[in-house]
């Protein structure tokens, strides 16, 4: 839940606003990747002003079985009996059992998600029953343009795909990091970190290809000498223990590891830092902390294999896109970043918020209530008996 309650908030104003209301219904908020950085106003009880329930509480999801998880959403949607169902994605049990639902009622369904064909590859079996889940489905609210090539791929019609999903709470980075910097000297103590320096943030896992970046700043640094950035690496995973034997068996001077920390703590980072770097390989279906250090006013450098990066990066005005799989790029992108003059640097970071500022909550509001106005006279059922039969049998990979 960590970027859904600041847009779930948004969305709930908006709706209340036009005589609507919106029901939250959760599997579970127990294990997800993201509970090292929960915020603060977590849990159901904070939030008054919308009706939430959680179905497993204090269960894990993997320790759920689909049957009975999808069962129990089930019960759940044939009591609050809504007009419009928003679900995630329908690889995943509750957009594929929010799909069956929303037919077999006859109901308008959106689905919320932001896959691309390039991140997965999928066998032609898999490839069909999608397109034929997809032929079940009234709006699907993704990303951006960029990402629409995808849906119309699975079947659904350019004037059912709405824009808007992955944005975060501008305003929270913006005033964090604002914050961090009229306080700068006490947070570079704080978190005793050496200025200026490069910052990856997030999990290290091999999409992230945080190794690449590691092997292009070993190169930035023999260049650039004693002038050279340091390199921040704020987050865990499994890869963690690998890149740090790594540095140690190389000896690479400059390259710091920091754990995850909360968002706030993030605009501490974002306020020190030159630049954000993002070096995902396919995968990276978006790239949210790219919003992040946007919203904070720092130039980036993101692979062009990262789903933001031909809608966040205009190359040359607020920082610079790169292939991840080509080490002297990644490390001519550093070199590049670095030699930026302050001038310029200030150019950059006032360009990030702009850009940014067009991807921020009312974007996803705009976009979820464009779905819903498409979807909610829907009144139709399952397209044919096959896909009927297909709908009750998924339950998602």
């Known amino acids: 839940m960590l970027y859904w309650i600041p847009r779930l908030r948004a969305l709930a104003q908006a709706l209340r606003a036009r005589g609507d209301e919106l029901v939250v219904v ?52 044939e009591e609050l009996s809504p007009d419009v169902v928003l679900a995630g994605a329908i690889a995943f049990i509750a957009g594929a059992t929010a799909v069956r639902w929303g037919r077999f009622r006859r109901r308008g369904v959106t689905i919320l998600d932001n896959s691309r064909l390039e991140d997965v590859p999928r066998p032609e079996w898999v490839e069909w029953v999608k397109k034929r889940i997809y032929r079940n489905v009234d709006a699907v609210l993704t990303p951006a343009p960029s990402h629409a090539p995808s849906y119309a791929h699975w079947g659904i ?105 909360t968002q706030a703590e993030v605009c501490s980072y974002h306020a020190l830092a030159r630049c954000l770097i993002l070096p995902s390989f396919y995968g990276e279906t978006w790239g949210l902390v790219v919003n992040e250090a946007m919203a904070s006013g720092l130039p980036v450098l993101v692979s062009r294999q990262c789903g933001c990066s031909s809608v966040l990066v205009r190359e040359g005005e607020n920082g610079w896109t790169f292939d991840p799989g080509n080490g002297k790029e990644m490390t001519d992108a550093l070199e590049r970043m670095a030699g930026v003059s302050d001038e310029k640097w200030g150019q950059m970071s006032e360009r990030s918020r702009q850009i940014v500022s067009e991807w921020g909550l009312d974007r996803f509001t705009q976009g979820v209530l464009e779905a819903i106005d498409a979807c909610r006279e829907v009144r139709r059922g399952p397209v044919s008996w096959l896909d009927a039969c297909i709908l009750w049998m998924w339950n998602g990979r």
Request: proline share 6%; hydrophobic share 40%.
């Open 157 to 261: 019609r350019p004037d059912r795909i709405f824009y808007g999903l992955n944005v975060v709470d501008n305003a929270f980075f913006e005033a964090g990091s604002r914050k961090a910097r009229g306080e700068l000297e006490a947070v570079r103590s704080r978190l005793n970190l050496r200025c200026p320096f490069f910052l990856g943030v997030g999990r290290q896992v091999a999409k992230k290809n945080w190794m690449g970046l590691l092997a292009a700043y070993e190169r930035y640094r023999l260049k650039a000498g004693e002038n050279a950035w340091d390199l921040v690496l704020v987050g865990d995973g499994e890869e963690h223990p690998q890149l740090e034997r790594w540095v140690q068996e190389r000896g690479l001077a400059g390259v710091r590891f920091d754990p995850f920390c």
């Open 26 to 77: 959760e599997l579970t908020s127990t294990g997800t990747v993201y509970s090292f950085a929960e915020c603060e106003t977590e849990g159901t009880d904070k939030f008054p002003e919308i009706e939430w329930y959680e179905l497993f509480p204090g269960e894990k999801l993997p320790s759920v079985p689909p049957k009975r998880a999808s069962a129990v959403l089930w019960r759940k949607l």
